[in-house]
């Protein structure tokens, strides 16, 4: 039996500008357009989808093709609680350790501008890791840089 293929989705109140954060984050790109369109808007546009609904989902994906695709649809109530599950963004993977930490700090200033928000910074020992910092993408949902 194959191992099943994923998507990771999240509710969010800006679909295109969380899609356009994380695609920095993850380096991934977002999502193409269909085959026999060249952009987005002439697909929906085909499809009959008004002006008001076009920022209700949008998609970022691998650009290499091999991890999941990362869907974000529109939804009317905002984050009240913490996640229940996060993603651990690995920004220090192959890094030597004393480098770590710096390639963290790096890849966290770069989200900062992008309108992320740092929660805190666990040393290399702490929490029984090597090192990694909590953020919080710009509606709030928290992930790890490690």
């Known amino acids: 039996m194959s191992a099943r293929e994923v998507q990771i989705t999240f509710d969010a109140h800006d679909p295109g500008a ?20 060249d952009t987005w808007d002439a697909a929906l546009d085909a499809w009959g989808v008004p002006p008001e609904a076009r920022n209700d989902r949008s998609a970022i ?5 091999a991890r999941p695709r990362v869907f974000f649809q529109k939804v009317p109530e905002g984050k009240v609680a913490k996640n229940k599950l996060h993603l651990d963004v690995r920004a220090a993977a192959g890094v030597p350790p004393e480098g770590r930490m710096a390639a963290l700090e790096e890849a966290c200033g770069q989200l900062l501008a992008l309108g992320a928000s740092r929660l805190q910074r666990f040393e290399p020992g702490e929490e029984l890791g090597s090192g990694f910092i909590v ?6 949902n928290e992930f790890c840089l490690d």
Do not use: K, N, S, T
Request: aromatic share 12%.
């Open 61 to 65: 994906v691998d650009p290499d093709g």
């Open 135 to 140: 953020m919080q993408d710009p509606e709030g």
């Open 18 to 37: 969380q899609a356009e954060f994380w695609a920095v984050a993850l380096h991934y790109v977002l999502q193409p357009p269909p085959d026999g369109f």
